[in-house]
């Protein structure tokens, strides 16, 4: 029994090093795009499907079994993709999508929709801010006057992007609650923009901005297409055993 794990996630890496294992399983991986370690190499494909009609035929052509979407929660398209074709093809469908984060006593949230809601209203009340939405949308903020930007990203931008006014920091997470204090203390931010990924790696960002008093807007999850869903890679890996068997 074949089954695609749809990829990108630190969970997704996790159930991949897991179901290897199983019996009767052959496991192929797909990431959307360059990746720094290769999990499985041999097991690993890299790129996008080119659509539903792109992956219907991968799901055909590798006679695929089981389908487990384990991509970013905002990673919308491939999601809808995942389900449509599932669907088409009546293929078992799982989500394995890590819990949201929640605003506790002491955060200063402004809870937005998406990423443009974050451009038009910064210009109100932000003068430096921690951008830390990663690479994909950080142009919508170069028609933001007025505003410094930290910008902490994983990987440098392509060269034809122009980035906003400010600092570029490459770095991967985790990261520490001491180091993100001091990070947010040595620019002077007064505001983090933070997408509402959840885990754990770059939570300790959303504690620090808590304990100095600092606002987060946040950017909410795309709605997901129904479908089952767990947050844990165990709850995932039964799944695939059940499913299996």
């Given at each position: 029994m074949k089954l695609l794990i749809?990829?990108?996630t630190q969970?997704?890496?996790?159930?991949?090093?897991?179901?290897?294992?199983l019996p009767n399983i052959e496991l192929k991986v797909s990431l959307a795009g360059r990746t720094n370690k290769a999990l499985i190499s041999k097991k690993i494909r890299v790129g996008g499907f080119g659509g539903v009609a792109g992956l219907i035929n991968y799901l055909e052509a590798e006679n695929i079994d089981l389908l487990v979407?384990?991509?970013?929660?905002?990673?919308?398209?491939?999601?809808?993709?995942?389900a449509i074709a599932a669907e088409k093809l009546g293929l078992p469908r799982l989500m394995l999508v890590r819990s949201e984060w929640e605003s506790v006593t002491g955060d200063k949230w402004i809870e937005v929709e998406n990423t443009q809601s974050a451009v038009d209203i910064l210009p109100s009340f932000a003068k430096r801010v921690f951008l830390t939405i990663g690479r994909q949308e950080v142009t919508a903020f170069n028609q933001v006057?007025?505003?410094w930007f930290?910008?902490?990203?994983?990987?440098?931008?392509?060269s034809d992007i122009v980035l906003p006014k400010g600092l570029l920091v490459l770095e991967r997470g985790p990261f520490s609650q001491d180091s993100e204090k001091l990070?947010?203390?040595?620019?002077n931010i007064d505001t983090i923009v933070s997408k509402n990924s959840g885990g754990?790696?770059?939570y300790a960002k959303i504690v620090a901005a808590r304990e100095l008093g600092i606002k987060v807007v946040m950017v909410k999850r795309p709605i997901l297409p129904a479908g089952e869903i767990v947050?844990?890679?165990e709850s995932a890996l039964e799944w695939v055993k059940r499913v299996r068997s």
């Open positions: 749809l990829g990108g969970e997704a890496s996790k159930l991949a090093e897991k179901a290897i294992n979407d384990s991509t970013h929660p905002f990673a919308a398209n491939i999601s809808q993709n995942a006057e007025n505003i930290l910008m902490r990203m994983i990987e440098k931008p392509l990070l947010l203390q040595k620019h754990n790696a770059t947050e844990d890679v």
